[in-house]
């Protein structure tokens, strides 16, 4: 753990404290599933080589903020960077994925079918333990 990361979740605990709902949501979702999903983006394609490779549990958890939050990919990004919980739920990575990293993987995911899949995992997940998602 870098020290930067020691200080931010020192700074976290009162976030913590005060209900973050997000916590929840990370505690709640066996992120396991996710993974094999997001890995068909990266693996066996030899176009992808030269970018550095970003944490599947990243994406996933960026996309879920982007769509729970309504954010544009620049939003996303800058909202990861200020603050605290998002950075919480993201697991307080050293590199935070850059808005035109977010859009390109995404544009990926679409491609292959697999947005779909991985909002229908969540979904399932949610149904499981009686979460209701209300929009408004």
Same mark, same amino acid.
């Given at each position: 753990m870098s020290f930067n990361q020691f200080i931010l979740k020192e700074q976290? !605990?009162?976030v913590k404290g005060l209900g973050d709902r997000l916590e929840l949501m990370k505690e709640q979702i066996e992120w396991k599933p996710f993974v094999p999903l997001v890995s068909k983006i990266?693996?066996?394609n !030899?176009? !992808?080589v030269g970018r550095p490779h970003t944490d599947e549990l990243i994406i996933v958890r960026s996309m879920l903020l982007q769509g729970w939050y309504g954010l544009s990919d620049p939003e996303l990004e800058f909202q990861c960077h200020d603050r605290l919980s998002f950075?919480?739920?993201l697991g307080f990575p !050293?590199?935070?994925p850059d808005f035109?990293?977010?859009w390109k993987?995404?544009?990926k995911l679409k491609e292959k079918r697999i947005g779909g899949e991985i909002w229908n995992e969540l979904q399932r997940q949610l149904d499981e333990k009686g979460?209701?998602?209300k929009k408004g």
């Amino acid at each position: 753990m870098s020290f930067n990361q020691f200080i931010l979740k020192e700074q976290y !605990e009162k976030v913590k404290g005060l209900g973050d709902r997000l916590e929840l949501m990370k505690e709640q979702i066996e992120w396991k599933p996710f993974v094999p999903l997001v890995s068909k983006i990266f693996h066996g394609n !030899e176009k !992808e080589v030269g970018r550095p490779h970003t944490d599947e549990l990243i994406i996933v958890r960026s996309m879920l903020l982007q769509g729970w939050y309504g954010l544009s990919d620049p939003e996303l990004e800058f909202q990861c960077h200020d603050r605290l919980s998002f950075r919480n739920f993201l697991g307080f990575p !050293e590199i935070i994925p850059d808005f035109t990293t977010i859009w390109k993987i995404r544009d990926k995911l679409k491609e292959k079918r697999i947005g779909g899949e991985i909002w229908n995992e969540l979904q399932r997940q949610l149904d499981e333990k009686g979460y209701k998602i209300k929009k408004g």
